[in-house]
């Protein structure tokens, strides 16, 4: 079973970068599509960016795009999100998540990915 867990959150003055990073255990990642979702307190949890299983495709959140940049390193079993240009709306628990099924396509529901990390709070100070 897979366990994928965050790591590098913070808090972070706006204007401000950090780099998430999401590290699977027990399974590999490669070839499978991946996803960065947050979620604030009483709100549906939202879409952040996409990549595919080959990375060559991503997909960004109008709200982050232009600032936040996702990769994968299927040698290290890792996802990653370079946020920049921080804003105080960004504060948020940030989730990466697994897509299992075949296809070549960055998803933007989260309905479509099967696995979740734990979480990561990061906050954006004004």
């Known amino acids: 079973q897979v366990q994928l867990v965050e790591s590098g959150g913070g808090l972070v003055q706006a204007g401000g970068s950090l780099s998430l990073t999401c590290a699977a255990s027990g399974h590999p990642l490669g070839h499978y599509a991946m996803g960065w979702f947050r979620q604030t307190p009483g709100k549906a949890r939202e879409f952040v960016a996409a990549i595919t299983w080959s990375g060559e495709g991503t997909l960004y959140a109008d709200s982050v795009k232009g600032r936040f940049t996702v990769s994968r390193d299927d040698a290290k079993n890792t996802v990653s999100l370079q946020m920049s240009s921080l804003k105080p709306e960004d504060t948020a628990v940030y989730y990466c998540?697994?897509?299992w099924g075949t296809g070549g396509y960055s998803y933007p529901g989260a309905s479509a990915y099967d696995d979740w990390g734990q979480g990561m709070q990061v906050t954006v100070s004004a």
């Open positions: 998540a697994v897509r």
